[in-house]
C-alpha cells in the first residue's frame, strides 16, 4: 500500500459554505471542497492555499488554514490509499470565480447538497459544520458504495 497526500478547503463564512462543481477529473459532477495534490518543496497548508487560489480565486494564507480531519480513503483493488487533510477558514480574500476544473456557489449550511457529492462527506460534515476535529477512514468499493467507515473526534493532529 502507498499513500497518496491531497489536501481539502473547506471555506466557511457564518451560515454557509463555499462548494465547489468538479468539472473534470476525479471526482467530476460532485460538489466538494477545494484541493488536490501537495507538490514536493511545498507544506501541506502551502498546497491546501495554492490549491484553493487555484480553483476558487480566493486567497488565505497557509497560518488562516485551521485543519480540521485527516481522512484515509482506500478503494478495493486499488493499492494507493489517499490521505486527505481537510482545511477550513474564515478569513479569505478575493470572491470565488469558475475556473476550468471548478464552479463555486456558496450553500447554506442546512441545504447541503449530499446527493451530488463523495457518499463520505455526509458521514462527517456535521462533525466539521459543529466545529469538531476528527480522524477518518473510509473502504470504497467503486465510488459510490462504502463498506467500511470509522471516524474519531481528536483534540488534535
Ligand atoms: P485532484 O485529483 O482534483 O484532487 N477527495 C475527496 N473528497 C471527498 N469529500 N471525498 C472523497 O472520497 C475524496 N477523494 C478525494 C481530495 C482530488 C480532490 O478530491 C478530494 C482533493 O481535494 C473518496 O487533484
Redesign the pocket.
Known amino acids: 500500500m502507498s499513500r497518496k497526500v491531497?489536501?481539502?478547503v473547506l471555506i466557511r463564512k457564518l451560515n454557509e459554505v463555499l462548494l465547489g462543481f468538479?468539472k473534470r477529473?476525479?471526482?467530476i459532477n460532485k460538489w466538494?471542497?477545494?484541493?488536490?495534490?501537495v507538490e514536493e518543496k511545498e507544506s501541506i497548508c502551502e498546497a491546501a492555499a495554492r490549491?484553493l487560489r487555484e480553483e476558487s480565486g480566493l486567497v488565505v494564507l497557509p497560518v488562516n488554514l485551521e485543519k480540521i480531519a485527516v481522512i484515509d480513503?482506500e478503494f478495493v483493488g486499488d493499492p494507493v490509499i489517499?490521505e486527505?487533510h481537510v482545511f477550513t477558514s474564515t478569513k479569505y480574500e478575493g470572491h470565488p470565480f469558475e475556473t476550468e476544473?471548478m464552479l463555486p456557489k456558496w450553500f447554506d449550511v442546512q441545504n447541503i447538497p449530499f446527493d451530488d457529492?463523495?457518499a463520505?462527506?455526509k458521514l462527517w460534515f456535521p462533525l466539521f459544520l459543529s466545529g469538531k476535529k476528527f480522524k477518518g477512514y473510509?473502504l470504497?468499493k467503486g465510488h459510490n458504495i462504502i463498506l467500511k467507515q470509522k471516524l474519531v473526534i481528536v483534540s488534535n493532529f
Do not use: I, Q, S, Y
Open positions: 491531497l489536501t481539502l468538479k477529473g476525479f471526482g466538494n471542497g477545494f484541493g488536490g495534490k490549491e480513503f489517499l486527505v476544473e457529492m463523495w463520505d462527506d473510509f470504497f
